[in-house]
Structures are given as structure tokens and as C-alpha cells.
């Protein structure tokens, strides 16, 4: 998730974390992240459910520029679990496309 506002991102992990969610993937720095943490704490979540947030979303390797960002995050949506054990990519070339 991205907003304009790093408040309104906030407040979207919060409620994620009071709702539940399958995957949830937060552009930032690891500063905004660590920020966010300390909050997400203060409001009585527990670590192992701040952790299923993944941020900042991507891989870093490939750099910061937007092209790259939105690479990194194809790439790791396609890694992610389907819920039946298998990921994207797998149940991809398992169907034969």
C-alpha cells in the first residue's frame, strides 16, 4: 500500500492488523518502517502480527526508482503463497499458460 500521507498508511496497517489479512506490503524506508513498529507496539499489537506486514514491499537490490520498485513487488507477489501451499508462479506453470 502507498498513500500521499505516511498517517493514512499507518492508520491502513493498524486496521489491517484488527482485521486480519492474507498479504499485506507497505512501501517505505526502514525508517518509516521502524517508526511504524514502534507505534503498531504502543497500540498493543504483538511483533509476530506487525511482521506480516513486508516493508519496505520489493527487493531492494534492484534500487529505488519506480520501475524498479514495481518489479521487485511483481516479483515478490508472484512468490507469494495461493493458500493451498502453492505460490503464483507455481500454480502459473502448473496450469500450462
Do not use: N
Not at 493514512?8 to 482485521?19: K, N, P, Q, T, Y
Not at 503498531?40 to 519506480?66: M, N, Y
Amino acid at each position: 500500500m502507498l498513500t500521499y500521507s505516511h498517517e493514512i498508511d499507518f492508520a491502513l496497517c493498524h486496521a489491517l492488523l484488527e482485521h486480519g489479512f492474507g498479504f499485506a506490503g507497505l512501501i517505505g524506508s526502514d525508517t518509516k518502517w521502524s517508526r511504524f513498529r514502534k507505534r503498531l507496539r504502543q497500540l498493543g499489537h504483538a511483533d509476530a502480527q506487525i511482521d506480516r506486514i513486508c516493508c519496505p514491499i520489493g527487493q531492494k537490490s534492484l534500487g529505488k526508482h519506480p520501475q524498479a520498485i514495481a518489479i521487485g513487488v511483481a516479483a515478490q507477489l508472484l512468490g507469494q503463497e495461493t493458500g493451498d501451499g502453492a505460490t503464483w508462479t507455481t500454480r502459473f506453470s502448473a496450469s500450462g499458460a
